[in-house]
């Protein structure tokens, strides 16, 4: 089965953002640090409200309300994500809103993925992490990139992240993912689809993804990694390799323990 290595995007989504030096670098003029806003929460809020009023001038059609563009927790997110950067966050979190409607985000429900979620590909952990993280879990031994819809995998990669960030416990902020390796093959091979997930979580869900297990990776795996992990930016440095027996004893209970890994 040939190795699927186009990672240009299908047309059932609107296009993901290339980045850019004018938009992941911060600006020289910008007066106030991490670190500043962080301990002076009234720069971080006038900050937000710079967005926000800035929004309303100049993106009044962008939808409102929650996740919509004077959603002060995401406009604080995204100025957090671009170093309070106002121009970097606007220009981040306006592609972001877009994206969200265009995707139809709020449109997606248990339903509305049922079918391709009958598969068992992908799937939300009922318990936390020892970390208290929400803990995203994909089986890719049955992720069939010739057998199912590619937009059917994408909107259930969002339902799901959407489902384990709605689970998210006060103060924690990022979620957990593990992608079990067990029985992979050539067949389940699908770059693009690994492409999207990175993307996705880099463009528009920041910072939410603390860290990713890779677990009990084959050695067919390995060429797919090399050729995946230079399009992952810096998303390549939270993946770690690890067996079941990590899994186990490092980020679980015996108690909450997802039942694929228990024996």
Known sequence: MMIHTCVALRPCRPPLISSSKSTL????NCKFSVRNCIRDPNNSQKLVMEVKEKLEKEYYDLPVGENGRDDEDMILWYLKDRRFSVEEAIAKLTKAIKWRQEFGVADLSEDTVKSIAKTGKAYVHDFLDVNDRPVLIVVASKHLPDVHDPCDNEKLCVFLIEKALSKLPAGQEQILGIVDL???????????????????????????????????????FQPIWQLTKPLLKSYASMVKFCSTETVRKEYFTEETLPISFRD
């Open 25 to 28: 670098q911060r600006p020289p």
């Open 182 to 220: 067990r029985g992979f093959g050539t067949k389940n091979a699908d770059l693009s689809y690994l492409t999207f997930l990175f993307d996705v979580f880099y463009y528009y869900y920041p910072k939410r993804l603390g860290e990713v297990l890779f677990v009990e990776a084959p050695f067919v």
